[in-house]
């Protein structure tokens, strides 16, 4: 065949082959198993809908123009974007609102804390490509700051090490803002929306579908058709005469271009022979392993009923889940009346044990944990334990090097493209900006 293969069936991969059928290019899109969506699914069990990967998404431009164009805008669902995020910190829930200024106010932050965030204009501007989340924020906006609100964000949305990743990758805007304006005041100012400029038609707060998020994969599916090849994983890829030789169990294909779109390991066994330096640098992408619990309790066991999007943990010796996602409380229809369906998570980075527990002692942990955090009187029912070996990707001190590695072999293999969630954001919504080549990578 003319035109591009692109390899793996995950939401970057089915993103860039609808991208290019609209434009009607030649395009063939093969996926190693027979459910293409990659870690995005969602599964029905007892009358509770369980989201497996990803729970909810912003709203991007990029994202929100897709469900109009795939007719799926009556399926949305949206949070309301008022709903409060929570912080556990020694027993205790602090919940945040939206609002920046809430910052101010909580007493999560001491007042010596509170008034380190003042200096955050005074601070001089730093370009260390090689800073730490944790440093980066430490000396930005102090210590507590960073412990008490960044740890566990990074360990709760990355499952994550504040103290690993690299905060110009994992932070790219932050990090720009400090380079170009000298502060984060600073760069959040010039980065508002100037006066006169029309509002954005992408709704605010947080998206899912009726039928839950792998409603989006599944419609992409549809769309793609006979494109689409299932159970098609591919054993080996090579540059030849211009062209791509890409060797499936079933034939052989040949495209102009070929579009790495797998998880970074998979990738690196695929250009392993004619780019090692590339591939090494995707084999030591860490992607730490993690454990998802889906769990239920009646609303009656709960003295106040929730409500937020959910929770996160400051990391302390002793704790072992990351945090928790309120689903109910996001979206109707996710449990049954009456019933409180929370979705929670355990592993990654500085605790990888933990995702190998058995599923009675993790529900035993989660329990214990979750119980006294939301001062439920009964323990949870276990719904479901979904465990990923590999999950999600971390942009640690050697991300940036990693990256340029993979953007040098593109440049020497004209008609080469590596996607996925390694690189450009490990958000649905990057996902899907990059797997429509709506944005440049900078690597």
Same mark, same amino acid.
């Given at each position: 065949m003319s035109g591009t293969v692109v390899i793996g069936g995950g939401l970057s991969g089915l993103a860039r082959g609808y991208a290019l059928a609209r434009r009607g290019e030649d395009v063939r899109v093969l996926e190693a198993t027979d459910r293409p969506g990659g870690a995005v699914r969602t599964e029905k069990e007892d009358g509770f809908l369980l989201e497996l990967g990803p729970n909810t998404v912003r709203p991007t431009p990029e994202l929100w123009d897709l469900i109009g164009q795939l007719g799926l805008f009556d399926s949305v669902v949206l949070a309301d974007p008022r709903l409060p995020r929570s912080i556990e910190f020694e027993g205790k829930l602090h919940p945040l609102s939206p609002s920046p200024a809430t910052v101010l106010t909580t007493r999560?932050?001491?007042?010596? &804390?509170? @008034?380190?965030?003042?200096?955050?204009?005074?601070?001089?501007?730093?370009?260390?490509?090689?800073?730490?989340?944790?440093d980066f924020f430490s000396r930005r906006l102090g210590p507590q700051f960073a412990e008490r609100l960044i740890a566990p964000f990074v360990s709760g949305i990355w499952a994550g090490d504040a103290g690993s990743l690299s905060a110009a990758a994992a932070f790219p805007a932050l990090a720009r803002w400090e380079r170009e304006h000298g502060s984060l005041l600073a760069g959040a100012f010039?980065?508002?929306?100037?006066?006169?400029?029309?509002?954005?038609?992408?709704?605010?707060? @947080? *998206?899912?579908f009726r039928d839950g998020l792998e409603t989006l994969p599944r419609v992409l599916t549809e769309s793609l058709g006979p494109r689409l090849l299932r159970g098609s994983r591919v054993r080996s890829l090579r540059p030849e005469g211009g062209r791509w030789k890409v060797e499936t169990a079933a034939a052989p294909l040949e495209a102009d271009e070929v579009v790495v779109a797998t998880p $970074?390991?998979?990738? /690196?066994?695929? %250009? =392993?022979?004619? =780019?090692?330096?590339?591939?090494?640098?995707l084999a030591?992408?860490?992607?730490?392993p993690l454990a998802v619990l889906h769990l239920a309790w009646p609303v009656s066991a709960f003295s106040t009923p929730l409500k937020g999007f959910g929770h996160l943990v400051v990391p302390a010796p002793g704790?072992?889940?990351?945090?928790?996602?309120?689903?109910?409380?996001?979206? #109707?229809?996710? /449990?049954?009346?009456?019933?409180? *369906?929370?979705? #929670?998570? $355990? &592993?990654?980075?500085?605790?990888? =044990?933990? $995702? /190998? @527990?058995? +599923?009675?002692? *993790? %529900?035993? *942990?989660a329990a214990a944990e979750l119980s006294a955090s939301l001062g439920a009187r009964s323990a949870p029912r276990l719904l479901r334990?979904?465990? !990923?070996?590999?999950?999600?990707?971390? !942009? +640690?001190?050697d991300h940036g090097s990693r990256m340029a590695a993979v953007s040098k072999a593109e440049a020497r293999h004209p008609g080469l493209h590596l996607l996925g969630n390694y690189r450009g954001g490990i958000?649905?919504? +990057?996902?899907?900006?990059?797997?429509l080549g709506a944005g440049e990578f900078a690597d």
């Open positions: 999560l932050l001491s007042l010596s &804390g509170k @008034l380190r965030l003042l200096r955050e204009p005074l601070i001089a501007a730093r370009n260390d490509p090689c800073e730490s989340v944790r010039a980065s508002r929306p100037k006066r006169g400029t029309p509002k954005s038609a992408h709704p605010r707060g @947080l *998206l899912s $970074a390991f998979e990738a /690196a066994r695929l %250009l =392993e022979t004619f =780019e090692p330096e590339a591939a090494r640098a030591g992408v860490p992607q730490p704790r072992r889940i990351l945090g928790a996602v309120w689903s109910s409380c996001l979206f #109707a229809g996710r /449990a049954p009346e009456g019933q409180v *369906l929370l979705t #929670a998570f $355990a &592993g990654g980075s500085r605790d990888p =044990e933990t $995702a /190998a @527990l058995p +599923d009675g002692r *993790l %529900l035993e *942990l334990v979904t465990r !990923y070996a590999r999950a999600i990707p971390q !942009y +640690d001190l958000s649905v919504g +990057d996902v899907v900006k990059h797997g």
